[in-house]
Every structure is written in C-alpha cells, then in structure tokens.
C-alpha cells in the first residue's frame, strides 16, 4: 500500500500577489495552521537590520541566527515571529525590511535555516512563499501559485503602506526581479492569475480543486 503524502497546502507566488489573504482564507476554512515562509524572512531581514549585520555577508548573518535565533508561531489566523521571548511580528512590514529582505533570503544558508524552521511545523498546514511547492514541500499533495500583474499588485499594496503606488510598483518590481530564482512556480501547481478576481473568487476557485472531504 502507498503511503498519503502528509496534507499541505502550498500557495507560492509574488509579491503583494494576495497570497497570505487567501493562505489565511484557505485555512481558516479548512481548521488547519496558516504558515508564512515570508515572514520568516523578514524575521531574518530584521534582525540584520537590528543588529546592523551586512545583508551581503552570509556567514555573519547565519552567526546572528544561531546567536539570536527566531521562531514562528503558526495559527489559523496569522503568524507571530519570535526573536528570544520578544514578538517582532509588528515590525516586519516596513519599507526598511522589505529593502533588505531580498538580499538575505538569497544566502543558500539562510534559505536552509527558514526551511528547517518550517519542515519543524506539524502537517497538516496551508504554507505559502516563493519556493514552498518547489525546494521545500515538493511532496505536498495540493499546489497553488498566484499571479498578478504589478500594477495590480501594487495598487493592493498601497492599501497597506504609506507610500504612493508609484513607488510601491517601483520596488515590487525590482524584488521581482530579486527573487526570480526562487519564484517559479511547480510543475503540478494549479496556476491562478488574480488580477481580475475578488478575494472571495481566489478562495472559491482553491476551494473547488480540494477533495469534498477536506472542505467539510
Ligand atoms: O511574501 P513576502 O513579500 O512577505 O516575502 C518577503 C521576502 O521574502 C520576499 O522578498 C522574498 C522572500 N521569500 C523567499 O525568498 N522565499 C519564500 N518562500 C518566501 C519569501
């Protein structure tokens, strides 16, 4: 008899491509823990910054980890990072994180870290990131990847941020450009261009891909 892939969801896709909406959506729908690789990043982009490590070298951010490492705390409603016993979740949708994020979640060794600390999570979960149906759950039964073109992306964007949507686009396109490598989606993904979609129609059409019995 074969053995069931443990269930994971996994919902990758760009920047501001609505994908930690409807991770959190998808979720809460099915009772399962929503986890965000993303913010694991930040985690890491902040304590850099905080510590005033250089983005650039691996080695002394990969110090840093070991030396202050962080921890996420998953939920159905929203993740929480931990550095120690403080919560930094507050600060890391900041212009300042996302400058540097990038540069960090390139180091292999960084990538390595963030991965273990997510592979620690007990299935089942809704995951989602750049690289969660590719490099980190390749065996996850159930792939999604969000698209959406930038302009949308970063009018989204722009509701969240104190910044004009000009500038917002600006930088979204360049941690596109940034974080390419790791952003393709998997071959046995379900690829879904959001631009046109309602929050509500992104989450319907995920819903209509799961078997009956997961959605209750
Ligand atoms: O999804 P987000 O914008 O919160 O992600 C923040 C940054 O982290 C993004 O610029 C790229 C990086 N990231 C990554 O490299 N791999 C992931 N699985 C998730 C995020």
Redesign the pocket.
């Known amino acids: 008899m074969s053995e069931e892939p443990p269930l994971i969801i996994t919902i ?1 896709g760009p ?2 491509s609505g ?2 909406s409807v991770a959190r959506r998808i979720a809460q729908a099915l009772g399962f823990p929503y986890v ?7 985690g890491a ?1 902040y304590q850099v910054l905080r510590y005033g490590v250089d983005p650039e070298d691996e080695e002394a951010i990969v110090r840093l980890l070991s030396e202050h490492p962080i921890r996420l705390e998953p939920n159905a409603h929203g993740n929480r990072v931990l550095a120690g016993g403080e919560d930094i979740t507050p600060h890391l ?1 900041t212009a300042a994180v ?1 400058e540097v ?2 540069a960090v ?2 180091h292999p060794r960084v ?1 390595a870290y ?1 991965n273990d600390r997510l592979r620690e999570v007990p299935p089942p979960f809704v995951v ?5 149906g590719t490099a ?1 759950f390749p065996e996850a039964p159930f792939k999604f990847y969000l698209t959406a073109s930038p302009e949308v992306r970063a009018r989204r964007r722009a509701r969240e941020r104190a910044e004009g949507v000009a500038e917002i686009e600006k930088m979204l396109r360049l ?1 596109d450009r ?2 390419a490598k ?2 393709q989606p998997a071959e046995d993904a379900q690829v879904i261009d959001t631009s046109e979609l309602t929050l509500d129609q992104v989450v319907g059409a995920i819903m209509r891909y799961l078997p009956a019995g997961l959605r209750g």
Do not use: P
């Open positions: 990758d920047g501001a994908k930690s965000s690789s993303g913010l694991l990043y930040r982009a949708h996302d994020v990038s979640a390139r990538r963030v989602e990131g750049r690289d969660m980190v941690r940034r974080d790791q952003s």
